[in-house]
Nanobody, 116 residues
Framework: QVQVVESGGGLVQPGGSLRLSCTASGAIFSPYTVAWYRQAPEQQRELVAVITPGRTTTYEDSVKGRFTISRDNTKNTAYLQMNSLKPEDTAVYYC??????????WGQGTQVTVSS
């Protein structure tokens, strides 16, 4: 059974930075595509960033140039570096891992709050 755990959320002032981590267990991590999503109150969950096994990355338009997704397969972990944070980035951030017909496996989410 694959388990995914997010961490690194918190309260940060506008313009600040956070790095989220997504750690998977129960499977070899390298074949998985990892995606970060976020869901603000009363909003639909939206895709933020994706990294493939070959390290191809894609980003939602509003985070381009501010967020960076990366992975370290030796640690079974993917990261979301978030810079220049804005109040509208406030949401619960979720990680999912998918490999072909396996998954997606979701974590429980980590809260990010951007406020002064």
């Amino acid at each position: 059974q694959v388990q995914v755990v997010e961490s690194g959320g918190g309260l940060v002032q506008p313009g600040g930075s956070l790095r989220l981590s997504c750690t998977a267990s129960g499977a070899i991590f390298s074949p998985y595509t990892v995606a970060w999503y976020r869901q603000a109150p009363e909003q639909q969950r939206e895709l933020v960033a994706v990294i493939t096994p070959g390290r191809t990355t894609t980003y939602e338009d509003s985070v381009k140039g501010r967020f960076t997704i990366s992975r370290d397969n030796t640690k079974n972990t993917a990261y979301l570096q978030m810079n220049s944070l804005k109040p509208e980035d406030t949401a619960v951030y979720y990680c999912s891992a998918t490999a072909g017909f396996l998954g997606p496996y979701w974590g429980q989410g980590t809260q990010v709050t951007v406020s002064s």
